[in-house]
């Protein structure tokens, strides 16, 4: 079972790696990729990740990014590679906040800071899983489907032990979750006030 959840945790870092390369690609190339280009994009890179290419290295590219970044959330996951759909809506600026406003209050304190550990919640709680739930309801009824279902598998895969860890926490967050939640929220209010500024420009007077 161990050697099944080392493929799994291999491969999809594998994924997640050719997802980035080729989101990182698109961004420098004019115009749009097509979906069948990027998709045969994925499978090479991913390929490349997965199997060890030898040249001195005993494990694959995969093995050494995760050693790196460890596993993954299931809601990072599934969030970089949502950026494969077209037309995709955008993720709202809410869901942003509230990942921003969680690991504010999270990783502190699950690291020492003050008198209680909500990392523990992870472990079977009940207030957790509501609160999961009461956010999925709230995606849905805000129109973002696609964050139901987000937050749905990733209840479901940690319900089944899809990764190694046993803690809800470990599905739903992790640094890279948080750091994109935080320049979301920044790169919005840049934007904002950018446009602003040039609505106002458009619009001066003479």
């Given amino acids: 079972m161990n050697a099944y959840m080392q493929a799994i945790a ?3 870092i594998s994924i997640s790696c050719a997802v980035f390369l080729t989101w990182f690609i698109q961004k420098w190339i004019p115009g749009q990729i097509p979906l069948v280009v990027r998709v045969i994009l994925i499978v090479i890179l991913g390929n490349l990740f997965y199997w060890p290419l030898g040249m001195s290295m005993e494990l694959p590219l995969a093995a050494y990014v995760r050693g790196v970044t460890g596993d993954l959330s299931i809601v990072t996951l599934l969030l970089l590679w949502s950026t494969l759909i077209p037309k995709a809506k955008a993720t709202p600026i809410g869901f942003k906040v509230l990942i921003s406003l969680i690991t504010i ?5 699950a690291l020492g800071l003050g ?4 990392y523990a919640w992870g472990y079977g ?3 957790l899983f509501m609160a999961v739930l009461v956010i999925a309801i709230i995606c849905g009824l805000a129109g973002w ?5 987000i937050l749905a598998l990733a209840t479901v895969a940690w319900s089944v032990h899809w990764h190694e860890s046993a803690n809800l926490w470990d599905y739903l967050l992790d640094p890279f979750l948080a750091i994109w939640a935080v320049y979301g929220i920044f790169y919005f209010i840049h934007r904002k006030r950018r446009e602003k500024a040039q609505s106002g420009y458009l619009f001066r007077a003479g």
Avoid: C, Q, R
């Fill in 105 to 109: 209050l999270f990783y502190p304190t």
């Fill in 10 to 12: 291999l491969l999809e």
């Fill in 115 to 118: 008198m209680f550990d909500p």
């Fill in 125 to 127: 709680s009940i207030a």
């Fill in 145 to 149: 489907t696609k964050g139901v279902w």
